[in-house]
């Protein structure tokens, strides 16, 4: 097999985080409400893209929070956490969990499963996880958690694209 040499790329050394976030935004990503429960009974939660499955056995995801994030150390301390992952309908719920806000909780619907965990009602799918191991990874620290409970409702995804929220192209049959 021949091997061949593409020029033209660009050095990563040379990208501004602007450049960054546009070449990271070309990934098409779901968009998800992370939630728990704070030491006081607060429910807390903040809109991440940055999910992923990572181990079936175990059941293990991952999710990332900006070092930045006034969320993080309640987030470092935590045993267990949510991941509720967004149907296309769920545009504004996005956005409420993604800006600043001393209640974003405030007329949403939620529970609280057995170990204490905010969810949210309404979700695409619900993970709840242990907080298993965490990664200091740059700018941001990862998550990994262990699935120990979820629920699965089904339907079109909320997506986000190139710095937009996009929806799955409807695909018709001959």
Known sequence: ????????????????????????????????IITTMAADDTPVGLTANSFSSVSLDPALVLWSLDKRSPNLELFRHIEHFAINILGADQEDLSNRFARPSDDKFEDVDYYRCDNGTAVLDGALATLVCRNERQIDAGDHLIFIGEIHHYSLAGGQPLLFHGGQYQSLAQTCSA
């Open 1 to 32: 097999m021949e091997t061949l040499i593409k020029t033209g790329l660009l050095s990563a050394s040379d990208a501004d985080s602007r450049t960054l976030r546009t070449l990271f935004g070309q990934f098409a990503t779901g968009v998800t």
